[in-house]
C-alpha cells in the first residue's frame, strides 16, 4: 500500500512537468536569431511601424513579451536606463542586474509604469552583441521587455524568470 502510494505521489508530481514540457513553444523573431519559450498559443502583435519589434502576448492576455534590437554608441547599462526613460518605467531597484543567460551577459532592471493608465510591473533587459558591421562606432543590442499589470506581478515572477531564463540569441 505504501509503495502504491508512494508511486502515485511522484506520478502526480511529474505529470504537471511532463505537460509543461509538452506545452512548451519557442517564439522567434522573424527577422533576427532572438527568441524565447514559454507555453503554446501565443498571440503576436504586429508593430508595421518598426519590424525590429517583434511582441507576443499570453493567451489570457496577462502577459506581454517584446524582442526588440538598436544599433547605438551608448553601452548596454546606459541604454537600459534610457529606455526605462523613454518607456516612462521607474527603477524600482537603482542597482541594474548583470545576469548571464544562456552564456550571453544581459544588463537588467526590474521597473514599474504605465500601459495606458494601467499599472504594469516590467522586467527590461539588454544584450550587447557586438559592434555593428555596418557602423563600427555603434553597439548591436538586444532587448527584452516582459510586463503585467502590477497587481497580478507576484503571480507571474515565476513566469518571467523562466521566459528571462529561456531567451537566445545566436550570430547570423
Request: aromatic fraction near 10%.
Given at each position: 500500500?505504501?509503495k502504491s502510494?508512494?508511486i502515485l505521489?511522484t ?5 504537471p512537468?511532463i505537460?509543461?514540457a509538452q ?8 527577422t533576427l536569431?532572438?527568441?524565447f519559450?514559454?507555453?503554446?498559443g501565443w498571440?503576436n502583435i504586429?508593430?508595421?511601424e518598426?519590424k525590429l519589434?517583434?511582441e507576443?502576448m499570453?493567451p489570457d492576455?496577462t502577459?506581454?513579451v ?5 544599433e547605438?554608441?551608448?553601452?548596454s ?5 534610457k529606455?526605462?526613460?523613454?518607456k516612462?518605467l521607474?527603477?524600482?531597484d537603482?542597482?541594474s542586474l548583470?545576469r ?7 544588463w ?6 504605465y500601459?495606458?493608465k494601467i499599472?504594469i510591473?516590467t ?5 550587447s ?7 563600427p562606432?555603434e553597439n548591436?543590442?538586444f ?6 499589470q ?14 528571462l531564463n ?7
Amino acid at each position: 500500500m505504501r509503495k502504491s502510494l508512494k508511486i502515485l505521489s511522484t506520478l502526480i508530481i511529474l505529470i504537471p512537468i511532463i505537460s509543461f514540457a509538452q506545452e512548451s513553444q519557442i517564439y522567434k523573431h522573424p527577422t533576427l536569431d532572438f527568441q524565447f519559450s514559454t507555453t503554446q498559443g501565443w498571440i503576436n502583435i504586429p508593430h508595421s511601424e518598426d519590424k525590429l519589434i517583434y511582441e507576443m502576448m499570453s493567451p489570457d492576455s496577462t502577459l506581454h513579451v517584446m524582442l526588440w534590437y538598436s544599433e547605438t554608441e551608448q553601452n548596454s547599462k546606459d541604454y537600459l536606463a534610457k529606455m526605462a526613460d523613454m518607456k516612462g518605467l521607474s527603477i524600482i531597484d537603482e542597482e541594474s542586474l548583470l545576469r548571464n543567460i544562456n552564456n550571453q551577459k544581459f544588463w537588467m532592471y526590474n521597473v514599474s509604469g504605465y500601459s495606458g493608465k494601467i499599472p504594469i510591473q516590467t522586467l527590461l533587459a539588454v544584450c550587447s552583441y557586438g559592434k555593428s558591421e555596418i557602423h563600427p562606432k555603434e553597439n548591436r543590442l538586444f532587448i527584452i521587455q516582459i510586463w503585467c499589470q502590477k497587481e497580478i506581478y507576484p503571480h507571474k515572477k515565476t513566469i518571467f524568470e523562466e521566459i528571462l531564463n529561456s531567451v537566445q540569441i545566436k550570430d547570423k
